[in-house]
């Protein structure tokens, strides 16, 4: 058996491609947010800039767009509040890439096995690529102890099929006109997240 656990380009993956999903994404790490915990996003009119507080003032930032992004990439958050401006102006050598999407596609051939991103990867909105990966290498290391490998897509697919598509869910409310967007997050968006996340609280 091989287990093809080599991302979205894999090698041993066969007969599927990512699809791009229409979105183009920044990543960095910056230093002057002054919460300490937990994260905040801001939203304009096809485009998001999120921070993930780490701590000491440091941040991992990530921005993405639709469409066709400017020249440099920072001036598009040039309107939004403070400290997005100062931390996006430290993103000038920031990781770039077009979001893509594959899967779920649990095996290559009979002999083989796929998990995390070579399985799976979807939009980051819901952040659950590296958690599914982790859980995917400890449920099959369990059916291989037990001597059950085939039973690997029945335990995944339910709960990869769940993120899949509340992902996508959750990124066309984000792009809904930007009146319908901040109604629907303002009224609903408290319940969205829990209900979301609901079926990844229990055992994987």
């Known amino acids: 058996m ?6 979205i380009r894999s090698t041993v993956r066969i007969g599927a491609a990512p699809r791009p999903v229409g979105l183009i994404a920044w990543r960095f790490l910056a230093t002057g947010l002054p919460e300490e915990h937990g994260w905040t996003v801001w939203q304009g009119r096809d485009r998001t800039f999120l921070a993930v507080a780490l701590g000491g003032g440091h941040a991992y930032c ?15 958050v040039d309107g939004f509040a403070d400290p997005v401006p100062a931390l996006a102006a430290q993103g000038r050598n920031a990781h770039t890439a077009v979001i893509e999407e594959i899967g779920p596609v649990f095996s290559g051939d009979p002999r083989t096995v796929l998990i995390g991103d070579a399985a799976h990867a979807f939009s980051p909105n819901m952040a659950q ?10 449920v099959l290391a369990e059916l291989i102890e ?5 039973d690997f897509r029945r335990r995944r697919a339910a709960r990869v099929k769940w993120v899949r598509d509340h992902t996508r869910q959750r990124d066309r409310a984000r792009h809904l006109p930007v009146p319908v967007r901040d109604a629907v997050l303002r009224l609903a968006g408290r319940r969205m997240i829990t209900s979301q996340f609901r079926l990844l609280r229990a055992p994987a």
């Open 62 to 76: 990530y921005a993405d767009c639709t469409g066709r992004p400017p020249d440099d990439w920072r001036t598009m």
């Open 129 to 138: 690529g590296a958690a599914l990966a982790f859980e995917d290498a400890l």
């Open 2 to 7: 091989v287990i093809g656990a080599d991302g």
């Open 146 to 150: 037990a001597g059950r490998v085939n």
